[in-house]
């Protein structure tokens, strides 16, 4: 029964780390960028997709990178800074702010992504969980509500249309 | 169908897949070097690691 009950409750968050890993996030965050306490943070990732045709061989691959997203609602600003899943570093950051880009939705299809146009040359796709399992792809982090509270204000603060 | 011809037939499958992933990896690492080349004049993306506990206490404010 015991064993039961736990195999069908699933796996379980370690609060431990994904603290240790949210003040990482914050470290990393704040030392690239000015102000960095005046934005909320929280993790996300990019799926880039390429298909492939070697011959005989092939299909497709998916790179995965990951960003720390923070965004203030004072000044209507997200900011995205590229890290790996350890947390280990990080590089530039990269300003949306509201008033300077050229739009920004959130997808329905193929994923619920958040997308940001800055100008007609590329656009950025932004994807959130509450929570990945898997620590060689992703950040280790628990954002339940933090990824609420940026769908909250991407939807109705930040998004063009 | 026979268990040799059966056991024949997933042989092959298996030397099928062998070469196709030897294939796919041969030609993923010749496509990287050929990147790495190209790439060699631009300049890298900057990186800034985790600062230390001993980094974080020196910035801090007395």
């Not at chain 1, 409750?9 to 030392?31: H, T, V, W």
């Not at chain 1, 934005?39 to 299909?59: K, P």
Request: net charge negative.
């Amino acid at each position: 029964m015991g064993l039961f009950s736990k195999l069908f409750k699933g796996p379980e968050i370690d609060m431990e780390k994904s603290d240790a890993n949210a003040k990482k996030m914050r470290l990393l965050f704040n030392q690239v960028v000015e102000n960095g306490d005046d934005y909320r943070l929280i993790f996300g990732y990019t799926e880039d997709v390429a298909r492939f045709n070697y011959g005989f061989v092939h299909g497709s691959k998916t790179k995965i990178g990951n960003l720390i997203v923070g965004w203030s609602e004072s000044s209507q600003t997200i900011v995205v800074v590229p890290t790996v899943p350890d947390l280990s570093g990080c590089g530039d950051p990269t300003y949306y702010r509201r008033s300077e880009i050229l739009k920004a939705y959130r997808n329905k299809y193929p994923t619920d992504a958040f997308i940001i146009y800055p100008d007609h040359k590329g656009y950025i796709g932004i994807n959130a969980c509450d929570w990945l399992d898997d620590e060689s792809l992703y950040v280790y982090v628990s954002q339940e509500e933090a990824l609420a509270a940026f769908t909250d204000f991407f939807i109705h603060r930040f998004a063009t249309k | 169908m026979s268990w040799g011809a059966m056991g024949a037939f997933f042989l092959a499958l298996l030397i099928l897949f062998a070469v196709g992933n030897l294939w796919f990896h041969a030609v993923e690492f010749l496509l990287e070097r050929i990147k790495r080349r190209l790439a060699r004049r631009e300049e890298p993306p900057a990186w800034h690691p985790l600062p230390t506990q001993e980094e974080e206490q020196q910035d801090r404010p007395l």
